[in-house]
């Protein structure tokens, strides 16, 4: 019997119910069905609209623009087919083509479906699709935006089973035509997107950061707001109950909140790194849709949002840590979607700064935390909301604007301004201005917070000088700790039961595994005289 290791870091399995399940529509199977005319979208300048995108596109206190919305009046009872099924079940499909489009998204100002009722999109070679969308996605308000697909051909399903037949509702209010989309083809094509060559993919090396980024990256997404992108970041609160919130810019306006749509680990696997060199796609597509408003204001141009779609408990996502203090970091580190590209990352090396200025379109002059210049990568429009973490990994602001861009593979030393966490954390007299409420809904009093994963097991991450590795052929992890620090480990199960503990003396040693069963396990690693701790996770396959 063999046993095979995969150890990685620790990133907990959170989230609320699953939502976007992985199916094939139902007409793909069928060995007959109506023939349908594809409803032709109208025509608009593009040279206007890339004029306008010309002067904006400078302006990072402006959401980036990657598509224009059509407006349109398509649902179930004026448009499309129906096809009957012979046991009762029936599907409605509709093919919307816009000429010229790189990706087609829609905009559902009617969605409200029935239990085992399913909506797809797919476009008209069906290598690219989405669903089943499923009446997990039902709000009160009936909206619903959905992630794009690639191409100017689309169609759109709706399967609804005999059982609830006529139960389902659903009209689309926009068609957004992409012009500039970053698509999964023009990647593995061109892997260069849109943002510039001096912009580093996320998982580049950063020194004295890469322990920290390589959680951290599980906890920002990509939001497509209607015909707009922004990035914003999933963030921790003192509860450590694994709520859904997550933080951008006040900026980010587009459709309501309702129809935006979210994605995460977009990452690419073969970065690169300031340089021309081609990045790749990930295989990864982690989309989840509809947000609920909880709180925002113009004076730090934050804007906290509740996922109400879901987040899938296999998405190995991280919640991020937070700092409210006034305290002056002495660098700091964006992760962010550049131009509606694949995740990057920036840094800066030296103590931010102070100010309150106007920014743009931003209605009032935002408290910021200003980037001089930043020494790795910069921030491009579409970065707008991310978060800039300290040396700690804990937010201390989200991006409002500035002129920091790529001038080939350098930047252009323009400065980047983030609103200041602090100042968004107790502004106002209402839950509806500030976080205070929200990130510590039982009153702490908490001035720092650490990401979930770390919060939930305690310490700090240090795990640059204790190396854990592993051999596949006998199932024994392997600890060089290089710290002359007496170690203290704790074998978890997935269901948080201790299974096995110790105390690492010597500079090597080992934890055997050999006779746990398969399964996942986290092992807790303390330095018994400082108090700091990492975790590993371990995927145990006894084949």
Request: glycine share 10%.
């Amino acid at each position: 019997m063999r046993i095979k290791l995969i150890v990685i870091g620790l990133l907990y399995v959170l989230g609320v119910n699953a939502q976007i399940t992985k199916s094939v529509p139902v007409s793909w199977d069928m060995q007959s069905k109506s023939n349908i005319a594809p409803m032709s979208m109208k025509s608009f300048d593009l040279n206007k609209i890339k004029q306008e995108d010309a002067r904006n596109d400078v302006d990072k206190s402006l959401p980036w623009r990657f598509g224009y919305e059509l407006k349109v009046d398509l649902g179930l009872n004026n448009s499309g087919v129906w096809d009957e099924l012979p046991n009762g079940d029936r599907i409605w499909r509709i093919n919307i083509v816009s000429k010229g489009a790189k990706t087609l998204n829609s905009v559902f100002d009617t969605y409200h479906i029935p239990e085992g009722a399913t909506v797809h999109l797919y476009n008209n070679d069906k290598s690219d699709v989405l669903g089943a969308y499923t009446h997990v996605f039902n709000r009160p308000d009936q909206m619903m935006g959905t992630w794009f697909v690639e191409g100017d051909n689309v169609w759109i399903e709706y399967f609804e089973p005999a059982n609830v037949r006529g139960q389902g509702k659903l009209n689309i209010a926009k068609i957004v035509h992409g012009y500039r989309s970053i698509t999964d083809s023009e990647i593995r094509e061109k892997a260069i997107g849109n943002s510039g060559d001096c912009n580093f993919d996320v998982n580049c090396s950063i020194e004295g950061f890469d322990t920290l980024k390589d959680k951290l990256k599980k906890s920002v997404g990509f939001i497509i707001l209607g015909n707009f992108v922004c990035t914003g970041t999933l963030i921790n609160n003192t509860s450590n109950d694994k709520a859904p919130y997550f933080l951008t810019a006040n900026h980010c306006n587009g459709d309501s909140e309702s129809t935006w749509a979210f994605r995460f680990n977009w990452i690419s696997g073969n970065p690169s790194c300031g340089t021309t060199n081609n990045s790749t796609d990930t295989a990864v597509d982690q989309t989840t849709s509809g947000a609920t408003l909880l709180a925002s204001n113009p004076e730090s141009d934050f804007k906290l949002l509740r996922l109400d779609g879901g987040l899938d408990p296999s998405w190995d996502l991280e919640w991020a840590g937070w700092d409210r203090t006034n305290d002056v970091p002495g660098a700091a580190v964006g992760i962010h979607h550049p131009s509606g590209d694949i995740m990057k990352v920036c840094k800066e090396n030296n103590p931010l700064s102070v100010t309150k200025t106007d920014i743009g379109g931003i209605a009032a002059p935002v408290a910021s935390w200003v980037v001089e210049n930043w020494d790795l990568g910069v921030t491009e429009g579409g970065s707008s909301g991310s978060a800039l973490f300290n040396l700690s990994g804990r937010i201390v602001g989200q991006l409002a604007g500035g002129g920091a861009a790529c001038n080939g593979t350098n930047d252009n030393n323009q400065p980047d301004f983030y609103g200041r966490f602090n100042v968004s954390w107790d502004f106002g007299n209402s839950d509806s201005t500030r976080l205070s409420n929200w990130l510590d809904p039982t009153n702490t009093g908490r001035q720092t917070l650490d990401m979930l994963s770390v919060e939930l097991l305690g310490g700090t991450p240090d795990e640059e000088e204790v190396i854990l590795t592993f051999s596949p052929s006998d199932g024994i992890v392997k600890i060089d700790n290089t710290t002359d620090d007496v170690l203290e480990y704790i074998v978890y199960d997935i269901s948080g039961k201790q299974t096995d503990s110790g105390r690492l003396a010597t500079e090597d040693q080992q934890i055997d595994l050999t006779g746990k069963s398969s399964g996942m396990y986290f092992i807790s690693i303390t330095n018994t005289s400082n108090g700091n701790n990492f975790i590993k996770k371990v995927i145990i396959n006894k084949l």
